[in-house]
């Protein structure tokens, strides 16, 4: 719930079980009670935390950093969504995966001989459903990786596929037996040629580069600047100790006021954006003066990715640096210490008192 409150649903489900298979089994409900209870009282507090953090932030407990719900989730996305996360499912997970999800809405005696087993059906494809439903309705993506949004569903799937292969194995004996094993290990070699060629295991070093870009940002700008960004403005904030400006959120005829703010008030601005996000931020400001800014930048980092920081206040004079990225451990990076902005007193500064 804290890392996507908007699973807080999931919550609700695990926490009305226990009440549920105590009126379905008409015993255990002062037990079931205490369970639900206990539970309920663990999971509000990661409610409650989001809750404060989005009034703090925001105004509102019902709002966030996302922006409008309605802009997030529209019944369009319903069908090219599904199509997308079941294809990456079966692509990245094989067809068994999809097996397993098939097991969980089939109430067939074989898979489930208890009626303790065919209860579970209703959490397990409530929490499956609820996921995939609110998510096919959620923005579109073009990456398998977009499948981590299912990432609550992936147990229950699991679930069903050791049911389903339990429920399989005795059917036809031992030759059935075998089949089933060395499907099984089909499936290991697949998914171990799909980690390798999709370059799983190589993701990290792409996403090192906001512990790099945020550094050095961080040792070429003074503690008192901002950077305006969109990509990079969470880690530069983590990494740099930098304060940031989402560029995205900003009104299209005023990017040379914000600046002209800030310099009045001793803040120097910078703008960090990655080489794909230059065209983006020239279409949304354009004819606006910083722009002339853009033409040399303060310096260009080189790795997964290549990123530029511009001075937004005056244009860079000479050839910019080039810095290739350090090419550091996968061990976890240490957070710069928090950051903050002195705003000078204009009118004392003017003499105005």
């Known amino acids: 719930v804290l890392i996507r409150p908007n699973l807080v649903f999931i919550a609700a489900v695990l926490a009305i079980w226990p009440l549920w298979q105590a009126v379905w089994s008409h015993e255990g409900g002062r037990r079931a009670l205490r369970q ?3 539970f309920g009282v663990c999971a509000a507090a990661g409610v409650t935390a989001v809750a404060l953090i989005n ?3 925001y105004g509102s407990a019902f709002v966030s950093g996302y922006g409008d719900l309605g802009s997030l989730f529209d019944r369009s996305h319903l069908w090219p969504n599904l199509v997308k996360y079941v294809w990456w499912l079966i692509e990245s997970q094989t067809v068994v995966a999809a097996g397993g999800a098939l097991a969980l809405v089939i109430p067939w005696r074989r898979l489930w001989p208890e009626a303790d087993h065919r209860r579970f059906l209703l959490i397990s494809g409530t ?6 439903l609110l998510y096919c309705l959620y923005l579109e993506f073009d990456a398998w990786w977009f499948l981590r949004f299912m990432l609550p569903a992936l147990p229950f ?3 069903g596929l050791g049911t389903l292969a339990v429920a399989i194995r005795p059917m036809g004996g031992r030759t059935t037996a075998t ?3 060395i499907g099984l290990l089909l499936v290991v070699v697949l998914q171990c040629r799909f980690t390798a060629d999709s370059g799983a295991l190589g993701f990290w070093r792409s996403e090192r580069r906001y512990v790099s870009v945020g550094r050095l940002v961080g040792a070429h700008t003074g503690a008192n600047s901002v950077i305006f960004s969109m990509q990079h403005s969470g880690s530069l904030r983590y990494y ?5 400006l989402r560029f995205d959120n900003l009104d299209a005829d005023s990017l040379d006021q914000a600046i002209a703010w800030l310099t009045s008030r001793g803040v120097r601005s910078y703008l960090l954006v990655e080489e794909w996000e230059v065209p983006q931020f020239r279409e949304r400001f354009a004819g606006q003066a910083a722009l002339e800014r853009l033409e040399t930048p303060q310096f260009i980092y080189r790795g997964p990715v290549t990123a530029m920081l511009f001075d937004l206040e005056r244009a ?3 050839e910019p640096g080039e810095l290739q990225d350090p090419g550091e451990s996968t061990r976890s990076a240490r957070p710069a210490p928090p950051t903050g902005l002195f705003l000078q007193d204009t009118a004392a500064r003017d003499g105005g008192g």
Do not use: K, N, P, Y
Request: glycine share 20%; aromatic share 4%; net charge positive.
């Open 316 to 318: 860079a004079s000479g």
């Open 179 to 181: 089949l089933v094993t």
């Open 240 to 244: 740099g100790g930098r304060m940031t």
């Open 157 to 159: 799937i699991a679930i």
């Open 36 to 38: 639900s209870g206990a």
């Open 127 to 132: 929490v499956v459903t609820g996921v995939w």
């Open 55 to 57: 009034r703090d932030l």
